[in-house]
């Protein structure tokens, strides 16, 4: 039997593409042009409802979004960040150490909103379709979720900034997160009036975009076409 449901597939139309491969090249991980103008709840919810729309495995959804405004709340995770910081920025050793210093890597307290997104490991019970063999697909819906998520904000015009540098247990210490939750992405968001043309840390000397070329193999590891 025909499962039910279907609807006729194909390209968009020029204009539609073009909107998409848009937002996926000018997007960028925003630390220092936030405005402090709130972000609209109508703009949030279609942001969200752009996550929510990721796919997952099982169609288990393991994600949810704590959306984050309180001050207090928000000073205690710019701590937290310090003191990671402080531990990462003492891993590299000499001109890296003093680039690193310079380096802008968050928005916590500019940004008018924060929100982080989880994944709970126990969502669709002990065995999910698809996650039987790799427990880990469930971490990876979930960044599908912060990727569509970063998308539709672009489309907005609200910047995006991922925070990644945490302790997990100050995270989970702060948010109040239950064991089974694992906190994914640390994000920053509010209006941009400017970003920058390429990746800020290829700007500020940090690293360089790899061709892609370098990263195309066929039918196994190095081959080549």
């Known amino acids: 039997m025909q499962p039910t449901g279907l609807k006729p597939a194909g ?17 960028r991980d925003v630390r220092g042009q936030f405005l402090p103008d709130p ?14 729309a990721a796919p997952s495995v099982g169609l288990s959804q393991p994600w949810n979004f704590i959306v984050i405004r309180d001050g207090a709340v928000r000073a205690e995770v710019r701590r937290a960040f310090e003191g990671a910081n402080a531990q990462a920025e003492a891993m590299f050793d000499g001109s ?24 709970d490991r126990q969502r669709g019970g002990p ?62 968001m509010g209006h941009v009036n400017t970003l920058y043309e390429s990746p800020e840390l290829e ?13 195309i193999f066929a039918d196994r590891w190095e081959g080549r076409p």
Not at 11 to 27: D, G, K, L, M, S
Not at 98 to 118: D, F, M, R
């Open 11 to 27: 390209p968009f139309a020029a204009p539609e593409r073009a909107a998409v491969y848009r937002a996926i090249n000018e997007r």
């Open 96 to 119: 890296r150490r003093a680039l690193y210093s310079q380096l802008k890597l968050q928005g916590i307290s500019e940004a008018p909103l924060n929100l982080c997104v989880t994944c």
């Open 127 to 188: 065995v999910v379709l698809g996650r039987t063999h790799d427990l880990d697909t469930d971490l990876y819906s979930t960044v599908c979720a912060v990727q569509n998520l970063w998308l539709a904000a672009r489309a907005e015009g609200i910047g995006v900034g991922w925070v990644s540098i945490f302790r997990d247990d100050d995270l989970r210490r702060i948010l109040g997160l239950p064991e089974r939750v694992v906190p994914v992405a640390y994000l920053c």
């Open 203 to 215: 700007i500020r000397g940090w690293a360089s975009k790899r061709p892609l070329d370098e990263m």
């Open 39 to 52: 972000v609209d709840p109508a703009v949030l919810r279609r942001i969200l409802e752009a996550a929510h």
